[in-house]
Structures are given as structure tokens and as C-alpha cells.
């Protein structure tokens, strides 16, 4: 289904939730909102849903206007964070009553839709049990297996995995991506992780503070932010901003140290992500010298926290490297790596990208 | 500060018949005095549970807890000088930010200068200066959780400070401050930390030594990089590791080491004793090859992810997958290209029929 916004707002009292955005999903993909907390994930996905109205502009699905209609109107599922499940009924109960309240399936045919939605969901051993004896992690799971089992032309799901241990996010999260290209709904997932956003794939609309900042497929989003602020919101770990002085020829970033990058003269902003400075030297690359002020080691990263003479650097380094705080450490940079912004915060240079064949 | 020994059991229920009646299955834990250590593990794991043994809140079923020699056992948390960290801000919010911090000093009758020097040092360290003389209750979340952990941070006095899982309700942007903040906190003021998380990241970052558990048991205990290059169970190799070590059944036979129906060189004597074989190797230490290369599998890449700084490929290996990171800057493979893959290396490890790590073995 075709979900648009137009124009859309939302305010609370004097408070502004959401600012007017425009957004036309991409109809059977995965959409997933990033942003902080309280940047208006939740307000636009209950927008979109029809459990709030706007205070101003359009919610049209397949062409037709659906501002103010209620959410039992609507054909949505929606898995909130807080999840929610049938108390009195079985877990397999749970599951099968959106599939019997779509009808046309007979008794056999709901049971082995229920067994393989549990399956996926590693919940297929407690069918029989209540919500109320799962831990918070099967519930979510369950109403999860409903939301999948209803599969309304659009399913809305809010932070669904944060209340679950890494690990099984990382399966589950696996597991719901396949679901989605395997099913025909509208997919919005709202999370506050650049790294899922990155793993789900499909598109990213950022937002941030009540704004809607970009909307894209998600690597380009990621490889292409259109300003400071997207960029801030969609880096973990945070990328390293510089401040600098484009002259039109070259960027001057102070303490003799320089790109060989042409942007409009005037203040720049040079971003760089940690995972563009590295230990070893090559070609063309500037050195940025400085001392450890710290290193955390998390197996297949090593963050190396550097104090230099540009500001503080966070360097992503593969594998498992010890540093003796205080030791001298000149970290490498390819200018070709970096994203230039300018005084307003837009984007005027990004690196350019090989892509798979 | 204090030096921490367990040796204990714990069961919920009355009469433990077998294992799965066990939160924690027997096990003696010693926890150096001013060290830094993470309890790692799935929901059930037992590390909560472990947690609230050392603060007293739960008093083992079977056992004992020492401070320093001294059981503490029947001791409640206050009477074992410990000091807790939540989930979730406990604070006081009609209080301003200062008197927060200030209050388990004011309770236990520091003098006033004192009191004013320590609650400065910590503000300093967590970046609540500015905001000393603002009422906690209109700050945001995060300034919350950083009231909370420096509530558990401010007396110089305590036993150990105990974390259970601080940073889950803050957003990644800032948790990544916080993690280093907290690293920070303990080269400087040398308190033994003790944390609970289900993230393998903050764990390794934040601690020294981690023990990773598993229903109820500790399954490792060793430092990031010990944890991330020999693990020393299937299960660490699983669930350190984003995502985590790819495990293919194997079998060797007279310097021949048979995966997936395709046959590499290895001298690996050690390995005879094992019919039942476990090749693992991290998606960091997979190379990636030419498909005729000598000593590499032939795969075929079934997907490619960008994941922004790195991409991982998948490969279909038979009917395995193969996972393998590449760095961002690297020109990934085709989906659906072959590909040759190198699994045996100095980080490869193989695992017996229960699921052990085989010392003898070097790929």
C-alpha cells in the first residue's frame, strides 16, 4: 500500500512534536525511522497509524485521504514497545486470532502458520503457556508473532527488539528482515541504532528533534548525509567533526595541516569517521599527531580515544590493539575519505564509493 | 575496597534436583580488589542473580560471600558498603542536582568541605557542572541515569559499586560517552566496578576481566581480547562477536581437514582424538580468496550488507553460511559470485563433542 504524508504536523499544546514533513513511503519495502529519543518516531508512526489525528496536513493511502480516520478503520498492525498481548489466552491462541479473524484458512492450515511464526520467533515451546508466564522478551515475541500473522498492508513496529538481550536482536532482527521481503506489507520500524538501520537495510528517514532531515535507501543516507545534523544522528561511533577553512583550492584545518579538497571558500565543517583514520600510512594521506587519552577494545573493534592538535579524535581500528594512555599516536587520513560541510551545516563533499559489481 | 570471593550455588527453589533447578550451578569467583569486571550473558543467564548475591539483596542458597576474608553472607547491602546502580534513575527528582550526589555523603555524616570537594570531582567527570544547582526533575534521561550513576559513584568508601545494565534506556550517541566516561572513572578513582550487561560490547570496553555466563554457569572468565581470539567454548565464540564466530562441522584425518565435502591441508596431530569436530573462525579473521586458491574453500556469496563501516558477506558454503567482514573500502564481492574463502588461520579454533576448545590444535 502507498502511505503519503503531506504537509503533515503534529502539536501538543505549545509544544511541537512534529514539524511539517512530507514522506511518501516506498509501498512493500521496509522503512525505518532513526532518531534519537524524542525526536517524533512515536508521534509519526501513531500519525500513521490513526491513533492521533494531525494538527495539520494529509495522511493519504492508495491516493485516498485517511486524515482523521480511526485506527480501527485503518488496516494496520502495530507492535509497540510496551507489547501487548491477550492475557487470557494461550500464546498459540494469541497468534492464531488474527489469522481466524482473516478467515478462508481451516484448523490445520492456522496451526502450521501459528508453528512456523513461533518457530521463527524461537517461541514454539511455550504455544501453550500465557503471556503472563513468558519473560518480557517471549511477550514482545508474541505480539510480534501476531503482528507478522495479521499482515496488514502496513505493519508498524516501535523499537520492537529493545527490551531483548543483544545477541537474540541480532537473530530475531535476521529473522523479521527475512519476514518482511518474504511478505507484501508496508514496513515501518522505528529505532534509535544506526547500526540496525544499517543491518535492516531498505530506506532510513532520519529525524530529529520533530524534524524529518532525509529519506533515502539507507546506505546512501548513511554515505551521503545532506547536513551535520544527519550525519550526527546516523554515526556510531559518533563521527569526528574538524573545524576548517576552505580557500577554494584547499581546506586549511590549522596547525599546518591541510586537504587537498576543492569546496566554495569560506568556514567548513570536515567530518570524518573513525573508521577512516588508521595507524598505517599511505600515499597522499596527512598526519594527525597526538597522545592516547584512551582505548576500549570490544573484540572486533578497538576505539582509540586521540587528543591532537585539530581536537579530539576517535579512531575505529580492526581487531585488538593495547595503547598505554599517554603514548604519542599519529593517526593517518586520507582526504578522499572525508565529508565536507559547510557554515550552514550542508552537505558540499562526500567520499565516493566503490560499489559491488 | 574490597576483595570479593564466592563460593556458592544458588536455586529459587527449595529442594534443586538437576541443573535446570539452578540459577547459579556451584562455582568459586574471586573479584580483585579495584577491579573492573562485566557479567556477560543472555536474559537467564544467572548474572543478575550473581549480582544480587554480591550486594546482599539475595542471600545464596548454598555458600558463602567474602569481603576480604570476612563472610559477609548474612550482611544486607548497607551493612557490606555497597553501592547499586540501576536500569533506571533512582534520584530524588524535587532535589537539585548537587544534593543528589551529595546525599549518601550527607547520610553517613561527611563534613561539609569534603562533601562539596567529592560531589565537584564527580560532577567534573561526568559533565554535570553546569547543571549543579538545577532541580533533577526537569533534566532529560540520560543527565537522569548520570545523577543515578554518580549517586553510586561519590563515596570513596564503598565495597564495590554494582551496575546492572545502566545504560539500556539511553540513546547509542550517548551511551558511547557514558562507556568512556565510565572507563575514565575507574583508572582515576580505583573503585572495584562490577557490571551487568547483556551487551557484548560495553562489557569488553568497560572491563578488565569478563565473565561470560550461561544458564547458570560462568563459561569463561578473561579479557576482551582473550574472550574474542580463543574462545574457549562454542558458546563465547557465539555470543561475543557481532555477529558472532561461524562454527562449521569438520573432520581431520592424516593432515587432511574435510569441511563441507571439500578437503584443505592441515598438520594438526591433536586433532585425531576428535571424531566429532568443530571448525570456528570469526567473520573478522575470514579471508577472502581467489576460488582455485590453494588450501581455500569454494563458496558462493548468497548476500552482501552494507552496514556503513564494514560489509558483511555471506556465503553459501554447501549447506552452511559463512559470514566475513570486509573493511568499508574494500571492493565487495558479487552476490552470487563465487569465491574462494581462507577459514584456517592463526585465529581459527576447532571444538570437541562438548563444544570445547581442543588446546592441542593450532590451524
Given at each position: 500500500m502507498q502511505l503519503t504524508m503531506e504537509g503533515l504536523s503534529y502539536r501538543v499544546g505549545a509544544a511541537e512534536y512534529l514539524y511539517p514533513l512530507d514522506l511518501r513511503l516506498v509501498p512493500g519495502a521496509v522503512t525505518v525511522l532513526l532518531g534519537a529519543t524524542q525526536a517524533g518516531k512515536t508521534s509519526l508512526m501513531r500519525l500513521m497509524a490513526g491513533l492521533d489525528k494531525p494538527s495539520g496536513?494529509?495522511?493519504?493511502?492508495?491516493?485516498?485521504?485517511?486524515?482523521?480516520?480511526?485506527?480501527?478503520?485503518?488496516?494496520?498492525?502495530?507492535?509497540?514497545?510496551?507489547?501487548?498481548?491477550?492475557?487470557?489466552?494461550?500464546?498459540?491462541?494469541?497468534?492464531?486470532s488474527p489469522l481466524k479473524l482473516r478467515g478462508g484458512l481451516d484448523a490445520a492450515a492456522v496451526r502450521a502458520q501459528v508453528q512456523a511464526l513461533a518457530?521463527?520467533?524461537?517461541?514454539?515451546?511455550?504455544?501453550?503457556?500465557?503471556?503472563?508466564?513468558?519473560?518480557?522478551?517471549?511477550?514482545?515475541?508474541?505480539?510480534?508473532?501476531?503482528?507478522?500473522?495479521?499482515?496488514?498492508?502496513?505493519?508498524?513496529?516501535?523499537?520492537?527488539l529493545v527490551n531483548l538481550d543483544y545477541k537474540l536482536r541480532e537473530e530475531l532482527r535476521e529473522e523479521l528482515a527475512q519476514l518482511f521481503a518474504a511478505g507484501e506489507s508496508t514496513?515501518?520500524?522505528?529505532?534509535?541504532?544506526?547500526?540496525?538501520?544499517?543491518?535492516?537495510?531498505?530506506?532510513?528517514?532520519?529525524?530529529?528533534?520533530?524534524?524529518?532531515?532525509?529519506?533515502?535507501?539507507?546506505?546512501e543516507?548513511?554515505?551521503?548525509?545532506?547536513?551535520?545534523?544527519?550525519?550526527?544522528?546516523?554515526?556510531?561511533?559518533?563521527?569526528?567533526?574538524?573545524?576548517?577553512?576552505?580557500?577554494?583550492?584547499?581546506?586549511?584545518?590549522?596547525?599546518?595541516?591541510?586537504?587537498?579538497?576543492?569546496?566554495?571558500?569560506?568556514?567548513?565543517?570536515?567530518?570524518?569517521?573513525?573508521?577512516?583514520?588508521?595507524?598505517?600510512?599511505?600515499?597522499?594521506?596527512?598526519?594527525?599527531?597526538?597522545?592516547?587519552?584512551?582505548?576500549?577494545?570490544?573484540?572486533?573493534?578497538?576505539?582509540?580515544?586521540?587528543?591532537?592538535?585539530?581536537?579530539?579524535?576517535?579512531?575505529?581500528?580492526?581487531?585488538?590493539?593495547?595503547?598505554?594512555?599517554?603514548?604519542?599516536?599519529?593517526?593517518?587520513?586520507?582526504?578522499?575519505?572525508?565529508?565536507?560541510?559547510?557554515?550552514?551545516?550542508?552537505?558540499?563533499?562526500?567520499?565516493?564509493?566503490?560499489?559491488?559489481? | 575496597m574490597a576483595r570479593i570471593d564466592l563460593d556458592l550455588a544458588h536455586?529459587?527453589?527449595?529442594?534443586?534436583?538437576?541443573?535446570?533447578?539452578?540459577?547459579?550451578?556451584?562455582?568459586?569467583?574471586?573479584?580483585?580488589?579495584?577491579?573492573?569486571?562485566?557479567?556477560?550473558?543472555?536474559?537467564?543467564?544467572?548474572?543478575?542473580?550473581?549480582?544480587n548475591i554480591i550486594s546482599g539483596l539475595v542471600q545464596p542458597s548454598q555458600g558463602t560471600v567474602s569481603f576480604d576474608g570476612r563472610d559477609v553472607t548474612a550482611l544486607s547491602p548497607q551493612q557490606r558498603n555497597i553501592a547499586q546502580v540501576f536500569q533506571f534513575p533512582v534520584i530524588y527528582d524535587t532535589m537539585t542536582v548537587a544534593e543528589n550526589l551529595a546525599f549518601p555523603l550527607k547520610n553517613r555524616g561527611v563534613p561539609a568541605d569534603r562533601i562539596k570537594a567529592r560531589v565537584g570531582r564527580i560532577a567534573e567527570m561526568l559533565e554535570l557542572s553546569g547543571q549543579l544547582n538545577q532541580r533533577a526533575?526537569?533534566?532529560?534521561?540520560?543527565?537522569?541515569?548520570?545523577?543515578?550513576?554518580?549517586?553510586?559513584?561519590?563515596?570513596?568508601?564503598?565495597?564495590?559499586?554494582?551496575?546492572?545494565?545502566?545504560?539500556?534506556?539511553?540513546?547509542?550517541?550517548?551511551?558511547?560517552?557514558?562507556?568512556?566516561?565510565?572507563k575514565q572513572i575507574h583508572h582515576e578513582l580505583k573503585l572495584t566496578l562490577?557490571?551487568?550487561?547483556?551487551?557484548?560490547?560495553?562489557?569488553?570496553?568497560?572491563?578488565?576481566?569478563?565473565?561470560?555466563?550461561?544458564?547458570?554457569?560462568?563459561?569463561?572468565?578473561?579479557?576482551?581480547?582473550?574472550?574474542?581470539?580463543?574462545?574457549?567454548?562454542?558458546?563465547?565464540?557465539?555470543?561475543?562477536?557481532?555477529?558472532?564466530?561461524?562454527?562449521?562441522?569438520?573432520?581431520?584425518?592424516?593432515?587432511?581437514l574435510t569441511v563441507a565435502g571439500q578437503d584443505l591441508r592441515l598438520d594438526a596431530p591433536g586433532l585425531a582424538a576428535h571424531p566429532t569436530l568443530t571448525l570456528g573462525v570469526r567473520?573478522?579473521?575470514?579471508?577472502?580468496?581467489?576460488?582455485?586458491?590453494a588450501n581455500a574453500v569454494r563458496a558462493r556469496v548468497a548476500r552482501v550488507q552494507d552496514v556503513g563501516t564494514y560489509w558483511l558477506v555471506s556465503a553459501a558454503l554447501g549447506e552452511q553460511t559463512v559470514r566475513l567482514r570486509l573493511p568499508a573500502e574494500a571492493m565487495p564481492p558479487a552476490e552470487g559470485s563465487e569465491i574462494g574463502l581462507q577459514l584456517l588461520g592463526a585465529h581459527t579454533c576447532f571444538y570437541g563433542a562438548d563444544e570445547r576448545l581442543i588446546e592441542e590444535a593450532r590451524a
Open positions: 496536513g494529509r495522511v493519504s493511502v492508495d491516493g485516498i485521504d485517511v486524515t482523521g480516520v480511526p485506527v480501527r478503520q485503518r488496516k494496520v498492525s502495530m507492535v509497540y514497545q510496551q507489547f501487548i498481548n491477550y492475557p487470557s489466552m494461550s500464546v498459540f491462541d494469541n497468534i492464531a518457530e521463527r520467533l524461537h517461541i514454539e515451546m511455550h504455544l501453550t503457556k500465557l503471556p503472563a508466564q513468558l519473560s518480557g522478551g517471549q511477550q514482545q515475541r508474541v505480539a510480534l508473532a501476531r503482528a507478522l500473522a495479521k499482515a496488514a498492508p502496513l505493519m508498524l513496529l516501535d523499537e520492537p514496513v515501518v520500524y522505528a529505532t534509535t541504532e544506526p547500526a540496525e538501520a544499517l543491518l535492516l537495510g531498505g530506506h532510513t528517514a532520519v529525524l530529529d528533534a520533530g524534524e524529518l532531515l532525509q529519506y533515502g535507501p539507507t546506505a543516507v548513511f554515505h551521503r548525509p545532506a547536513s551535520l545534523r544527519v550525519a550526527r544522528a546516523f554515526s556510531d561511533p559518533p563521527m569526528n567533526l574538524l573545524a576548517g577553512q576552505s580557500s577554494g583550492e584547499r581546506i586549511d584545518l590549522g596547525s599546518g595541516l591541510a586537504l587537498a579538497l576543492r569546496a566554495p571558500a569560506g568556514s567548513v565543517t570536515v567530518g570524518v569517521r573513525a573508521n577512516a583514520l588508521r595507524l598505517q600510512q599511505r600515499p597522499g594521506d596527512i598526519a594527525l599527531a597526538g597522545a592516547v587519552e584512551l582505548a576500549e577494545i570490544s573484540g572486533s573493534d578497538t576505539f582509540v580515544h586521540v587528543k591532537s592538535a585539530v581536537g579530539p579524535l576517535v579512531a575505529q581500528l580492526g581487531g585488538v590493539h593495547y595503547f598505554e594512555l599517554g603514548t604519542p599516536l599519529t593517526l593517518y587520513l586520507d582526504g578522499a575519505q572525508t565529508y565536507v560541510f559547510d557554515a550552514q551545516g550542508l552537505l558540499l563533499l562526500a567520499p565516493e564509493r566503490g560499489a559491488p559489481k | 536455586s529459587y527453589r527449595p529442594n534443586p534436583q538437576q541443573d535446570n533447578d539452578y540459577a547459579l550451578l556451584p562455582l568459586k569467583m574471586s573479584f580483585a580488589d579495584g577491579g573492573a569486571y562485566a557479567l556477560l550473558g543472555p536474559s537467564g543467564c544467572g548474572k543478575t542473580t550473581m549480582l526533575a526537569g533534566l532529560a534521561a540520560d543527565a537522569k541515569q548520570k545523577i543515578s550513576l554518580g549517586r553510586g559513584l561519590v563515596r570513596e568508601d564503598v565495597s564495590a559499586v554494582l551496575f546492572d545494565e545502566p545504560l539500556t534506556v539511553i540513546d547509542p550517541h550517548l551511551k558511547w560517552q557514558l562507556r568512556r566516561k565510565l562490577i557490571y551487568v550487561t547483556h551487551d557484548q560490547v560495553e562489557a569488553l570496553t568497560f572491563a578488565e576481566k569478563i565473565v561470560v555466563m550461561s544458564q547458570g554457569r560462568a563459561v569463561q572468565v578473561g579479557s576482551a581480547d582473550q574472550l574474542f581470539e580463543r574462545p574457549q567454548h562454542q558458546f563465547v565464540g557465539h555470543f561475543i562477536g557481532s555477529p558472532g564466530m561461524n562454527f562449521l562441522p569438520a573432520r581431520w584425518q592424516a593432515g587432511v567473520p573478522e579473521y575470514v579471508t577472502l580468496a581467489a576460488p582455485g586458491d
